[in-house]
């Protein structure tokens, strides 16, 4: 359940800056059931009207439960941007990002180093629940485990949060050190699912439907949100849909080549559609064009020019020179893709970490520009 809504199957497309914005969702959602969030959006710049930023928050009409991310660092700032979703009707659910681990975010004190200033956090938490409550728009919140190993955080924000009054609780199960290396630590979302009576979210590692019911039955989880695995693979929806109703015996997704041309021309249809012209919806394409292909044996040059496609007919003229009857290339199943980044000492603002009870607003943390 999120607020009065119930989520079934119990999934979560992971906000993702630059990927998950109104074309990938409908992708994703022609695919299966679930809540699928917006690209993260700043507070000041949403309260500001930046009109790039009330542009990313388009979504299309058959949304019917619009999800949107707010990134913010001000408790005021960030219930005024609840409150002008509340009163302008722009989504149906908000989600508030604490686990942003981009240095210039956390160097401010912003993303995944707010939750150690425990104060502050549970100010915009808070504040930010008030806001939505009249509006009957479930609050819900998204974090790491902490900064690094030394310094988690992850079970008192979520009962901070929780003791707030939100919806649920998600946790991606990476230190912020850890940026997107390694395994991401199940015991940890287990742990806070022991610690909370508030719906339990789990997030990191979910490649195929196998994998989320494995993170169920590992940690008693209540959902499970899933970020990188559907990069290229919006179908990974319809594969969490079939494990959910159907279990561990369910039959995966594996389409043919000719299928995945035909999801990549659709992609790029709706990204010329939702960014205004050819130009630009082709360039963002580009960016999908790899994850796609993945695995499948078509050539380096094919692959190449694929990359640098700059018009619809031009992407449907090679896709048809692909074999359509190409199977799908099983040895990438259950492989990480996306970013998996070696790990990283987290920038902190001076004396952050022996500051914890300070609870003023960190300056300069608020991005002008939505992302991340
Ligand atoms: C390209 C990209 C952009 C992301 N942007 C955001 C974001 O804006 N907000 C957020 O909370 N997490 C963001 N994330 C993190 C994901 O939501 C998710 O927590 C993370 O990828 C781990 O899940 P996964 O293992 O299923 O990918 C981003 C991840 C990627 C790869």
Known sequence: MLGDRAVNPPVVLAPMAGITNVAFRRLCREQGG???????????????????????????????????QLYGVDPDVTAAAVRMIGED????????????????????????????????????VKQAVEAARPYGIPLTIKMR????????????????????GV????????????????????????????????????????WEGSDALRMVEHTGCDGVVVGRGCLGRPWLFADLEAAFTQGADYKPVLPVLG????????HAELLV?????????????????????????????????????????ELDDLLGKLDPGEPFPVGELGQPRGRVNAP?????????????????????????????
């Open 34 to 68: 679930g809540v699928y969030v917006c690209e993260m959006i700043t507070t000041r710049a949403l309260v500001e009207r930046i009109p790039k930023t009330l542009k990313m928050i388009a979504f299309a009409e058959d949304e019917d439960f619009r999800s949107l």
């Open 89 to 124: 009707g722009l989504a149906d659910h908000v989600d508030l990002n604490f686990g942003c681990p981009v240095p210039k975010v956390t160097r401010r004190g912003g993303g995944s180093a707010l939750p150690w200033r425990h104060k502050l956090f549970g100010r915009i």
């Open 145 to 164: 485990k902490g900064i690094d190993d030394d310094h988690l955080t992850y079970v008192e924000a979520g009962l901070i949060a929780q003791e707030a």
């Open 167 to 206: 919806a649920s609780v998600a946790l991606h199960a990476r230190t912020a050190e850890q940026r997107y290396s390694g395994k991401a630590d199940w015991d940890a979302i287990a742990t806070l699912k022991q610690a909370l009576d508030v719906p339990v979210l789990g997030n990191g590692d979910i």
């Open 259 to 266: 299928e995945v041309a035909k999801i990549m021309s659709r």
């Open 273 to 313: 559609d939702a960014l205004g012209d050819e130009k630009h919806g082709c360039a963002d394409f580009r960016k999908h064009v790899a994850w796609y292909l993945k695995g499948f044996p078509i050539g380096g040059e094919l692959r190449r020019r694929l990359a640098m496609i700059s018009s619809l007919a």
């Open 344 to 372: 990283g000492k987290v920038s902190l603002p001076y004396g952050w970490l022996d500051s914890r009870d300070d609870d003023s607003v960190p300056e300069g943390a608020e991005m002008e520009n939505s992302g991340g």
